[in-house]
């Protein structure tokens, strides 16, 4: 019974140490994000704070001055969750709807085309990097399979 009792509370001990680390992951790319936009207003950047922020957080992961380990939870839940951060904006739209009301068909019609286009464009040159790529290493049986599936 107390070698039960002693696994549990050594799994609610790790459970609280891993929280704990997401917590202090999450609070960590907060205060990035924060010094960011604080940087770029300050110094008047024509760049949002966040992308300064995501710049500062690549450099800092590629000259390992801050190691994965450090960020890789808090933006894995980030990532999860993403989705919930768009829920304001979302909102915000509302407070356009008599534009929506005016102009919305053609609002849709620019997304789905301007879509449609990069996905295209993005089809094209990935399948020409392919090609290249198949023919530089000699593997021309992949591009051979490539167009006999079409």
């Known amino acids: ?37 604080w940087t770029a207003n300050r110094l008047h950047l024509p760049l949002p704070g966040s992308i300064l922020a995501m710049l500062v957080l690549f450099l800092l992961l590629q000259l390992r001055i801050v190691p994965m380990r450090w960020v890789e939870r808090g933006g894995d839940w980030y990532i999860r969750h993403l989705l919930l951060f768009f829920i304001p904006p979302a909102m915000g739209i509302m407070g356009y709807a008599n534009l929506l009301r005016t102009e919305g068909i053609a609002i849709v019609l620019t997304v789905l085309i301007s879509t449609a286009l990069v996905m295209t464009g993005v089809g094209l040159v990935a399948e020409q990097v392919s090609r290249r790529t198949a023919n530089r290493w000699g593997d021309g049986a992949v591009a051979e399979k490539g167009r006999e599936a079409r």
Do not use: C, F, K
Request: avoid cysteine; hydrophobic fraction near 60%.
């Open 1 to 37: 019974m107390r070698e039960r009792a002693h696994r549990a509370s050594d799994r609610a001990a790790i459970g609280l140490r891993r929280l704990a680390a997401l917590l202090l992951q999450l609070v960590l790319l907060a205060a990035l994000a924060y010094a960011g936009d």
